[in-house]
């Protein structure tokens, strides 16, 4: 066999999601065959101790704090973004520019109009691209899209979903990047996810509804002062789809005691999906199909059968992690780079849903439905 080509992978932002990924790129690397030979180059973050910290923690073998001299390295293959997410935008054109991969973590950009032209940019380069929305790399995510597409549930009337945390629901917590007004909020930052898996399973929105409220009208910035708050905090929105199906999502980043709230419901004429983030190795299927007196919804348990699934572990119900979902992320994004498959879920998947979140917000403002750009 053949030894497989290296790709070098440049690392910018060295928090939550930079660690992620790199844990996704290990662990693809010992669960699939991957078409290439994973090398951590570069690291690059604000501060030279965090960036050599970060390089000897994680298995890079340089550090630094220059991100543009990173990405104009020609021995990086792939820039890797987990920036705060104004600056998606600039890093992303930049490697793009480059002709380097560029994967970056959701959400593309605090605009459509951003997302829209890094999209463009990465199709003219002809660079493969991908965004992090690793909730869709579930296996049983994937059942449930099939099981739709199938016709198990027979037509699709209903839909419910919602994402909700609780990292901001404490008043005295910082004012953060998530609360800038050119990008951040509860629906953008979360219910991205809901919309992304919404489309994922029943297909395009094309009218929505929607409602943005600020239930925390100031927090404190880094140097103590008092920094008004005007984004959302609960963000909710009704669809409807392309199917003729109807549904509604919730993105809630102060709902106390939620930690990883993901959740769906599906309603069909001849059956019902419900899932929960929470227990994200288990899909519960009801089917009118059972016998009177024997209805119920089943619990379908994660396992071998509902690959990838497979590749991590040969035993039902043992499970499988968040840092798994982001090592399937990056094993389908690979294989894209290979050409063995098309982007997953590349720039102009991201700019879709960067559009959906815009049409919440203008419906919130304006108090009115509208219709989603495209449809």
């Keep these: 066999m053949a030894e497989r080509p290296p790709l070098r992978i440049g690392l910018i932002g060295t928090g939550f999601m930079g660690r992620a990924h790199v844990f996704g790129f290990a662990a693809a690397a010992k669960a699939f065959a991957l078409p290439y030979r994973i090398e951590l180059h570069t690291v690059a973050d604000v501060s030279e101790a965090a960036a050599r910290a970060a390089a000897a923690q994680l298995g890079f073998r340089h550090a630094t704090t220059d991100w543009r001299a990173m990405v104009s390295d020609p021995e990086i293959d792939l820039v890797d973004i987990t920036a705060p997410n104004a600056l998606h935008r600039e890093m992303a054109l930049a490697a793009i520019a480059a002709g380097k991969h560029v994967y970056c973590e959701k959400p593309l950009a605090p605009l459509a109009a951003e997302a829209r032209e890094m999209a463009e940019a990465a199709a003219a380069r002809g660079v493969v691209t991908q965004v992090g929305f690793n909730y869709l790399c579930n296996p049983l995510v994937n059942l449930a899209r099939q099981m739709i597409a199938d016709g198990e549930l027979g037509t699709i009337t209903t839909y419910r979903g ?11 917590g910082p004012f953060t990047f998530r609360h800038d007004p050119a990008g951040g909020g509860a629906f953008a930052d979360i219910g991205s996810h809901a919309l992304a898996t919404a489309e994922a399973l029943l297909g395009p929105i094309t009218r929505l509804m929607g409602d943005c409220v600020t239930v925390i009208g ?3 910035d880094a140097s103590g002062a008092e920094r008004p708050v005007k984004v959302d905090d609960v963000g909710r929105a009704f669809l409807r789809f392309a199917s003729g199906a109807s549904g509604s999502i919730e993105a809630n980043w102060i709902a106390t005691g939620r930690k990883m709230q993901h959740d769906f419901e599906v309603y069909g004429t001849r059956g019902a999906l419900c899932f929960s983030q929470e227990r994200f190795n288990e899909l519960h299927f009801y089917s009118t199909a059972d016998a009177a007196g024997r209805r119920g ?10 690959a990838p699934y497979g590749a991590f572990c040969p035993a039902p119900g043992h499970q499988l992690g968040f840092n798994e979902l982001k090592a399937i992320e990056v094993a389908g994004y690979l294989d894209a780079i290979a050409g063995k498959c098309a982007e997953p879920f590349g720039f102009a998947a991201g700019h879709r849903v960067q559009t959906l979140v815009e049409c919440v917000h203008a419906s919130a403002r304006d108090g009115a439905w509208v219709d989603v750009p495209g449809h």
């Design 297 to 306: 919804f089943r619990r379908i348990e994660a396992g071998p059968e509902h």
């Design 218 to 220: 100031t927090r404190k």
């Design 162 to 172: 919602v994402h909700a945390e609780d990292y901001m629901a404490d008043p005295a």
